[in-house]
């Protein structure tokens, strides 16, 4: 009896250790688990906050390419003033401009007038004067031409400038948003591999922590089952004989000592 309560002795604690190994890779598995779930929520929230803004971004593309001069097939607009060159205007543009014309018929009347009624008629000195008339006339109209077509190229450059910055801007925006949300998706998921790593890992010691317990009862087991056969075969009696005289554990507290001294203890 005294052999099978050591042999159950022996069974018991490797049972609660390999329980207790179980059940501590099992809690520390499941914590592992809920903070990896928790990473992956997380990231989710994130995620969701941040997608307006990636969507504004991505569907601000094609209206920025379009301001920039672009089609579609990215072939250049050219009517689009951000992809247009001044162009200085000529000198026949400058006389188109209404009104010129008649501003040089009245001017050279008036000329021709003057001469007239200082008696030069149509001499050199009226054909002179009326020259420099119509040079003054063509020089101030085509500077006047002029700066109205480069304010208004200025105008609609800047115009087409400024709406695509603004273009440009909410693009940037949604760009750092889809760059934000996959450099958080890359941390999460480190993160809770890290973590599915250490549940695993937990599991893994908690088997073969058990497997380890359960080894050593089992050898503890045979190891006193091969001592009492050696034992037995030597005196007859097993080690826990009940025989005060044999057994190593048997009878009273002064004969178990000798037995142990006669045994090598």
Known sequence: MVAAAVVGGAALTAGVGYMSSKNAASTQAGAANRAADMQQAQYDQTRKDLSPYNDFGKNAINPLMSAMGYNPDFSVNQNNPLQQRFSAPTADQAQQTPGYQFTLDQGLKAVQNSASARGLGTSGAAMKG????????????????????????????????????????????????????????????????????????????????????????????????????????????GLFSGNSNTGVFGGNNASTASNLTNWGA
């Open 130 to 237: 009326a020259s420099s008339y119509a040079t003054g006339l063509a020089d101030s109209t085509y500077n006047d031409v002029y700066n109205r077509a480069l304010q208004t190229f200025n105008t609609n450059y800047n115009s087409a400038s400024q709406n695509a910055n603004r273009l440009s801007g909410i693009v940037q925006q949604g760009q750092n948003s889809a760059a934000q949300t996959g450099s958080m998706g890359m941390t999460a998921a480190n993160n809770a591999g890290n973590m599915l790593t250490s549940g695993a890992n937990a599991t893994a010691s908690g088997i073969v922590g058990g497997a380890n317990a359960l080894t050593s009862a089992i050898n503890g087991g045979l190891n006193l089952a091969l001592t009492n056969a050696i034992y037995s075969a030597n005196t007859g009696n």
